[in-house]
Each structure stands twice: as structure tokens, then as C-alpha cells.
């Protein structure tokens, strides 16, 4: 076997390996509480909340899951949260999108963990920035009391859904409720501000249960008698519409979906869509996740386009970034991407030769990408990043370059873009290069990762040096020396750990990608992304303040 093929082989067999470990660790997510939890839940004659999502959806159609590793490895002492006791996602109902926010009564009965309260904000941010339709499938005990100080006062914690409930109504995003079990103290705000309230018998919507309202004024109620789905249809007049069980509450909702009005969609162009040309699982071979090792992002461009046509934007400058113009799913695209092959270039003026290294973004690629940037915005054109950076060029001739103001630049254009930006980690996001290519604090519409991802200020060898260099010398002020085994250890320990945080797990289980995503389906992935940013017609005055020109 060649080497380019016996390098393709071996590719595709690490990438097929972390799949699987990826997709089996989902399927015991998704198990939310587990079995028992699951019996009790059908006990009570509900439903879980996958179960509740899957008859939601039209038939024939998936659920994109957002979120499902969000508080992974989190909260252990108080034994778990799986997806941190809420599934979100996008979905087809009555053959339009909306944005799903199921509590999972199987995990600690939906109580709100501290990244309960941020999962649901994040699909709220999703759904407001694309103008998504919200459907909220309500079974939750409240706050996490233990964890109460860090679900309750903050920007992103509880409050903050109701605050977007009100601000999703006053910008005119449906929002619609069903109440199918436990809604309990604040979390009783949130059907209420929504547009429709449905309610299943046998729920309960109260600002206080039956014990606290005994302790507190020393009333004896029944849970129905207080907040029940007959008092709230005969009585207070909360909800609108009284449903025997989940089934038919489901079947209602549907309806009402079927009802809601079609504002118009975005300025972006859209054309039929064409299949791209090659498979997608092709880029399991063409893509390493190894460092030292080279690959062509055109190659992986091309099994996610539309015909697998890709007009480059000044190939032939700054080629470290590759910039362009695509379809994808028949959207118009701006694609920028870290290209990881070494290359070999013309010093200005001297036409000397010198080796610019894959990954790593240099003072002209950061030019061209600002400009490229620029073009998308002022042509309407959404943004699709690819990540796969090192970080900025660094070193004597970098700096007298102007490696500074080019990053700046650029840093700027992505942080005033307007467009809707979509952005992949592929492999590796590194220091300030991971701010370049759009990470999550500019405003991403959604973030993806690869399981091949990594996440972090700088690579886990270089980070292990500079954490054990540090350690060295502060024991050695303490008057103790280390021998060349201890320092192994030591970097290794050091290594370790820097390396399980910059897993995409880690990184999801904090919300700071929306999904790991499997790269075969990464063109599947940008379409939904992009059909979503195509429901929202308004697009900002663009405008980037002062360039370092």
C-alpha cells in the first residue's frame, strides 16, 4: 500500500474508533435517570421527555439534538444530571421548525441545575437570533435547592428564562407551553408568558406546593385543589386548553403549530439545493487530528458543498487561511478555513523562499480574511468557519510583519459581522486564533465540534511545559529540588489533565459547543444551522469601528 493511502486507512480507522466511543456514551446520556426512573415516570401515566419529543416531530423527520452532553461529568456527588436534565433541540412540527425545550423528569424529577438554567438559555439565544418558534414541554420540580446560590441571582441562570420569554413575546417568536407534570414556584412563570398554555390532567402549576403553603400561611390544600389542570381551566383561567394525557396534549399542540403565521424570511440567497459531488464520509481518511501530519482542507470543503464547487478568494495569497465562496443545502456561503498544509512562499521584495507552516495563521492570511469578512457582510453573504488553528505566527519577522495589527483586524471583522456565522472545530482551537475564527465569544449562531476537537489557550505540550517549568521553580524557591523521574511525573500528570480539558466532552459539557457532531454529517449539520438563520429577516447596520490598516 502507498503511504498516502496507507495514511488514509489509518485516518479513517482513528476517527471510526472516537465515533464509536462518541455515540456510545449518547445512548447512555439519553437514558437520562435510567430504567427505574423511566418505569416511574409511565407509572404515572406520562411520557419521558425523549418519548414526548419523538410523537412531537413530524413523522419521517429527526430531532437535531443541541446540548446532549451539557453537565457531562458534572455534578457527581449529587449523582449526575444526564443533559443536564433537559433535552433541547430543533425539530419539524406541522412541517415548520421550532426550537424543543423538554424537562426531563427522570433526572432528579427536572429539577434546574446550574447547567439546566444556561442549556435552556442557550436555546432560548438560538431560537431569538434566528426567530425560531419555542415549544416548551414543561415537568419540572423547580430549582435544585442544594445548588440554589448558583442557579438563581446570575445573568444566565434561572431568571433569565422567564426574562427571555418576554423579550422572545415582545419580538414576535411564537412561544408555546404544555404543562405535562411538576411546575412548580418560579418555574411557574415561564408557560404563563408565553402565547398558549396547555395542561394535562393529573399536573400541577403552582407558585408554592401544598407543604410549603401549609408551612408558610397554614392552608391544607390538595395538589389539585391548588394548582391543578381542572381548577386552572374552570377557575383562574391560567391555561387555555385542558388535556387528558400527553398523547392528546401532543396532538393539540401540533394544531396550534399548524395555525402560526409565516413572516418573512431572510435576505440571504437561496437556490436548490445539489448534492456535493463526494461522500461525506470520505473525511474520515482525508482529515488527521495528529499535529505533525498534513492534509488539504479543500479536500474536506468538498465533500460538504453543494457540487462540491468552491470559488476561492486569493488562493494564492495568504494560503495558511483559505477563503471562499460555496452553496451549501442551496445556501449562499462565505467559507473560511485554516488550511493545514505547509506551503511554500515568496518573501516581498527579496522574492526569497520561506516555509509558512499549516494551521498557523501569518500576517497576510489574517489580511485576506479580514477583507474576505468584509466582502461576506457587505454582500449579505452568511459565514462558515472551519477550525483547525494552532494560533497566530509568532517570532521576530511575525511581529515586524505586523502580525498584531493583521490579527487585529481581523478579530475586529469577525466581532462586527452582521451575517449569520456558523462555525466547525474540526481539530484543533487554540489561543487567539480560536477568537479569529469565530469562537464561542463572537456570537456564533451555532458551534459544532468534530470528536476530534481540541479546545484550549495553547496545545497540551506546550501548556505541560510551561505548567511544569512554573512548578519547578516555585519549589525549588521553597528549597526543593526534583529528580528527572519526579518531573516526568509531574508532566505527565500535568499533561493529563490540561488534555482531558481540552476534550470537545469537557467543552460540551459546558455549553461552549452546541453539539459534537459526527464529521460525516457536517454538510446535514451547516444546513440545519443555515435553514434556521434563514427564518430571521433582519440584519444589521454593519459597521466595524476603527481597523489597524
Given at each position: 500500500m502507498?503511504p498516502?493511502?496507507a495514511?488514509f486507512?489509518k485516518?479513517?480507522?482513528?476517527?471510526?474508533?472516537?465515533l464509536?466511543?462518541?455515540?456510545?456514551?449518547?445512548?447512555?446520556i439519553?437514558?437520562?435517570?435510567?430504567a427505574?426512573?423511566?418505569?416511574?415516570?409511565?407509572?404515572?401515566?406520562?411520557?419521558?421527555?425523549?418519548?414526548?419529543?419523538?410523537?412531537?416531530?413530524?413523522?419521517?423527520?429527526?430531532?437535531?439534538e443541541?446540548?446532549?452532553y451539557?453537565?457531562?461529568e458534572m455534578?457527581e456527588?449529587?449523582?449526575?444530571?444526564?443533559?443536564a436534565?433537559?433535552?433541547?433541540?430543533?425539530g419539524?412540527?406541522?412541517?415548520?421548525?421550532?426550537?424543543?425545550?423538554?424537562n426531563?423528569a427522570?433526572v432528579?424529577?427536572g429539577?434546574?441545575?446550574p447547567?439546566?438554567a444556561?442549556?435552556?438559555?442557550?436555546?432560548?439565544?438560538i431560537?431569538i437570533?434566528?426567530?425560531?418558534p419555542?415549544i416548551?414541554?414543561?415537568?419540572?420540580?423547580g430549582?435544585?435547592?442544594?445548588?440554589q446560590?448558583?442557579?438563581?441571582p446570575?445573568t444566565?441562570d434561572?431568571g433569565r428564562?422567564?426574562?427571555?420569554?418576554?423579550?422572545?413575546?415582545?419580538?414576535?417568536?411564537?412561544q408555546?407551553t404544555?404543562?405535562?407534570?411538576m411546575?412548580v414556584a418560579?418555574?411557574?412563570?415561564l408557560?404563563?408568558?408565553?402565547?398558549h398554555?396547555?395542561?394535562?390532567?393529573?399536573s400541577?402549576?403552582?407558585?408554592?406546593?401544598?407543604?410549603?403553603?401549609?408551612?408558610?400561611?397554614?392552608?391544607?390544600?390538595?395538589?389539585?385543589?391548588?394548582?391543578?389542570?381542572?381548577?386552572?381551566a374552570?377557575l383562574?383561567g391560567?391555561?387555555?386548553?385542558?388535556?387528558p394525557?400527553d398523547?392528546?396534549?401532543l396532538?393539540r399542540?401540533r394544531?396550534?403549530v399548524?395555525?402560526i403565521?409565516?413572516?418573512?424570511?431572510?435576505?440571504?440567497d437561496?437556490?436548490?439545493?445539489?448534492?456535493?459531488?463526494?461522500?461525506?464520509e470520505?473525511?474520515y481518511?482525508i482529515?488527521?487530528?495528529d499535529?505533525?501530519?498534513?492534509?488539504d482542507?479543500?479536500?474536506?470543503?468538498?465533500?460538504?458543498?453543494d457540487?462540491s464547487?468552491?470559488?476561492?478568494?486569493?488562493?494564492e495569497?495568504g494560503?495558511?487561511l483559505?477563503?471562499?465562496?460555496?452553496?451549501?443545502?442551496g445556501?449562499?456561503?462565505?467559507?473560511?478555513a485554516?488550511?493545514?498544509?505547509?506551503?511554500?512562499?515568496?518573501?516581498a521584495?527579496?522574492g526569497?523562499?520561506?516555509?509558512?507552516?499549516?494551521g498557523v495563521?501569518?500576517t497576510?492570511?489574517?489580511?485576506k480574511?479580514?477583507?474576505?469578512?468584509?466582502?461576506?457582510?457587505?454582500?449579505?453573504?452568511?459565514?462558515?468557519f472551519?477550525?483547525?488553528?494552532?494560533?497566530?505566527?509568532?517570532?521576530?519577522?511575525?511581529e515586524?510583519?505586523?502580525?498584531i495589527r493583521?490579527g487585529?483586524?481581523?478579530?475586529?471583522?469577525?466581532a462586527?459581522?452582521?451575517?449569520?456565522?456558523?462555525?466547525?472545530?474540526?481539530?484543533?482551537?487554540?489561543?487567539?486564533?480560536?477568537?479569529?475564527?469565530?469562537?464561542k465569544?463572537?456570537?456564533?449562531r451555532f458551534?459544532f465540534a468534530?470528536?476530534?476537537a481540541?479546545?484550549?489557550?495553547?496545545?497540551g505540550?506546550?501548556?505541560a511545559?510551561?505548567l511544569?517549568?512554573?512548578?519547578?521553580?516555585q519549589?525549588?524557591?521553597?528549597?526543593?529540588k526534583?529528580?528527572?523521574?519526579?518531573?516526568?511525573?509531574l508532566?505527565?500528570s500535568?499533561?493529563e489533565n490540561y488534555?482531558?480539558q481540552?476534550?470537545?466532552?469537557y467543552?460540551a459539557a459546558?455549553?461552549?459547543?452546541d453539539?459534537?457532531?459526527?464529521?460525516?454529517r457536517t454538510?446535514?449539520?451547516?444546513?440545519?444551522?443555515?435553514d434556521?438563520a434563514g427564518?430571521?429577516?433582519?440584519?444589521?447596520?454593519f459597521k466595524?469601528?476603527?481597523?489597524?490598516?
Amino acid at each position: 500500500m502507498d503511504p498516502k493511502a496507507a495514511a488514509f486507512v489509518k485516518n479513517g480507522r482513528e476517527m471510526v474508533d472516537r465515533l464509536t466511543q462518541i455515540k456510545n456514551e449518547e445512548e447512555r446520556i439519553r437514558q437520562g435517570g435510567g430504567a427505574k426512573a423511566i418505569e416511574a415516570q409511565h407509572k404515572k401515566g406520562r411520557l419521558t421527555a425523549r418519548e414526548r419529543v419523538a410523537l412531537l416531530i413530524d413523522p419521517g423527520t429527526e430531532f437535531f439534538e443541541l446540548g446532549l452532553y451539557a453537565a457531562f461529568e458534572m455534578y457527581e456527588e449529587w449523582g449526575g444530571a444526564p443533559a443536564a436534565g433537559v433535552v433541547t433541540g430543533l425539530g419539524h412540527v406541522s412541517g415548520r421548525r421550532v426550537m424543543i425545550v423538554a424537562n426531563d423528569a427522570t433526572v432528579k424529577a427536572g429539577a434546574f441545575f446550574p447547567m439546566t438554567a444556561k442549556k435552556v438559555i442557550r436555546a432560548q439565544n438560538i431560537a431569538i437570533e434566528n426567530r425560531i418558534p419555542a415549544i416548551y414541554l414543561v415537568d419540572s420540580a423547580g430549582i435544585f435547592l442544594p445548588l440554589q446560590e448558583d442557579v438563581f441571582p446570575d445573568t444566565d441562570d434561572f431568571g433569565r428564562v422567564f426574562r427571555n420569554n418576554a423579550v422572545m413575546s415582545a419580538m414576535g417568536i411564537p412561544q408555546i407551553t404544555a404543562i405535562m407534570g411538576m411546575c412548580v414556584a418560579g418555574g411557574a412563570y415561564l408557560p404563563v408568558m408565553c402565547d398558549h398554555i396547555l395542561m394535562t390532567d393529573g399536573s400541577g402549576l403552582f407558585l408554592a406546593g401544598p407543604a410549603l403553603v401549609q408551612a408558610a400561611i397554614g392552608q391544607k390544600t390538595s395538589a389539585e385543589e391548588l394548582g391543578g389542570a381542572e381548577m386552572h381551566a374552570q377557575l383562574s383561567g391560567t391555561i387555555d386548553f385542558r388535556e387528558p394525557d400527553d398523547e392528546a396534549c401532543l396532538r393539540r399542540l401540533r394544531a396550534l403549530v399548524d395555525k402560526i403565521g409565516h413572516p418573512p424570511g431572510a435576505p440571504f440567497d437561496h437556490k436548490p439545493a445539489e448534492p456535493s459531488v463526494y461522500a461525506g464520509e470520505e473525511i474520515y481518511g482525508i482529515f488527521s487530528a495528529d499535529p505533525a501530519r498534513q492534509y488539504d482542507m479543500r479536500d474536506v470543503i468538498a465533500r460538504i458543498v453543494d457540487g462540491s464547487r468552491f470559488e476561492e478568494y486569493r488562493a494564492e495569497y495568504g494560503q495558511t487561511l483559505v477563503c471562499g465562496y460555496a452553496r451549501i443545502g442551496g445556501w449562499a456561503v462565505g467559507i473560511v478555513a485554516n488550511q493545514k498544509k505547509n506551503v511554500t512562499v515568496a518573501a516581498a521584495g527579496t522574492g526569497e523562499k520561506r516555509m509558512e507552516f499549516g494551521g498557523v495563521i501569518y500576517t497576510e492570511a489574517a489580511d485576506k480574511a479580514a477583507r474576505f469578512i468584509l466582502d461576506c457582510n457587505q454582500n449579505l453573504i452568511p459565514l462558515v468557519f472551519l477550525h483547525d488553528v494552532n494560533g497566530f505566527m509568532i517570532g521576530k519577522e511575525a511581529e515586524a510583519s505586523g502580525i498584531i495589527r493583521a490579527g487585529a483586524k481581523m478579530v475586529n471583522a469577525v466581532a462586527n459581522s452582521v451575517v449569520p456565522k456558523i462555525a466547525v472545530i474540526c481539530g484543533g482551537s487554540f489561543g487567539a486564533g480560536h477568537y479569529a475564527m469565530c469562537g464561542k465569544a463572537y456570537d456564533p449562531r451555532f458551534i459544532f465540534a468534530w470528536p476530534t476537537a481540541r479546545y484550549a489557550v495553547m496545545s497540551g505540550d506546550s501548556a505541560a511545559g510551561t505548567l511544569v517549568e512554573i512548578k519547578i521553580k516555585q519549589l525549588e524557591r521553597e528549597g526543593k529540588k526534583l529528580g528527572a523521574a519526579e518531573k516526568k511525573k509531574l508532566y505527565e500528570s500535568t499533561r493529563e489533565n490540561y488534555e482531558h480539558q481540552s476534550d470537545p466532552r469537557y467543552a460540551a459539557a459546558r455549553l461552549w459547543v452546541d453539539a459534537i457532531i459526527d464529521p460525516a454529517r457536517t454538510r446535514e449539520a451547516l444546513i440545519e444551522a443555515l435553514d434556521s438563520a434563514g427564518l430571521n429577516p433582519h440584519v444589521a447596520e454593519f459597521k466595524t469601528g476603527v481597523l489597524q490598516t
